[in-house]
Nanobody, 123 residues
Framework: VRLVQSGGGLAQPGGSLKLSCVAS????????IAWFRQAPGKQREGLSC??????YYRDSVKGRFAISRDNSKNTEYLQMNNLKSEDTGIYYC???????????????????WGQGTQVTVSS
């Protein structure tokens, strides 16, 4: 099981970025992907969790962030719009072959993580 992330970088407030999470060793069709963020000096925060059908979003990103999947590429994307300075942090995707998403998802649900990618929102 492996997750490889790409995307991220620098964006201005109000701008957009798109992150990718490419899965190998398992099929996204049958397993969840969650996105987390760790801001400087803060604990890792869950942002979204998708089983491929239902997606749970945290209030901090609801209406601004959206996930999508390309099953042919075994890839999930996190589209981030209307970025704010507080969105700055290291972003991670995560999965687990034994768990599924629910509204209370936490990092403890997931045993496999991407390498993380930096997102900086600044003018």
């Amino acid at each position: 099981v492996r997750l490889v992330q790409s995307g991220g970088g620098l964006a201005q407030p109000g701008g957009s970025l798109k992150l990718s999470c490419v899965a190998s060793g398992f099929s996204l069709v049958s397993h969840p992907i969650a996105w987390f963020r760790q801001a400087p000096g803060k604990q890792r925060e869950g942002l979204s969790c998708s089983n491929g059908g239902t997606t749970y979003y945290r209030d901090s990103v609801k209406g601004r962030f959206a996930i999508s999947r390309d099953n042919s590429k075994n890839t999930e994307y996190l589209q981030m719009n209307n970025l704010k300075s507080e969105d700055t942090g290291i972003y991670y995707c995560a999965t687990d072959l034994e768990m599924s998403c629910d509204a209370d998802f936490t990092e403890g649900y997931f045993g496999a993580w991407g390498q993380g990618t930096q997102v900086t929102v600044s003018s």
